[in-house]
């Protein structure tokens, strides 16, 4: 038997609770509603922590990247389009939005990260942070302008 390398996620079943059940059921665990490419066959691509030959043509360029998780978010980044999505599988609800300006990025690292809101389910924060040896700097996107606030 061979170990599957594509991500899954895997709903923990409670018997006892018919409305956690029937929302698992009805959720969108396979991210079906993220953009793929063109001529990819409807199939969304996620990256796979699987060294690929650098020599091997026939290789595949995965599409999407997952960033981070957290609170019913799924962060997600395509650099192949310079797009990050956020989406909710439950509510099948998802939010495209462009990488953060690249002022400064060459030679920094960047992790990103998904606050929720407590007062407002459908309300979140993208943080961006880039850091290297001499320190960071956080990019912050809030779903409610819709844009990129960079911070010092």
Known sequence: MEDTVVPTFVPLRCRSNPDLAA????ADFLLGRLPVPEGENDAVFLHVPVPVPED????IVYEWSICDCHD???????WSTQQ???YNPLTRTLDLFPLPP????EGFNVD??????????????VVC?????????AVVLSSNTRKWQMFP
Do not use: T
């Not at 091997?56 to 290789?59: C, K, M, P, T």
């Not at 019913?72 to 395509?78: C, D, K």
């Open 23 to 26: 929302a698992v059921r009805g």
């Open 56 to 59: 091997d043509e026939d290789a």
């Open 72 to 78: 019913g978010f799924v962060l997600l980044g395509s």
């Open 84 to 86: 990050l999505a956020v």
């Open 102 to 105: 690249d002022e400064d990025r």
């Open 112 to 125: 990103f990260h998904i606050l929720a809101s407590e007062q407002d389910y459908r309300l979140f924060r």
């Open 129 to 137: 942070v880039r850091h290297n040896e001499r320190g960071a700097r």
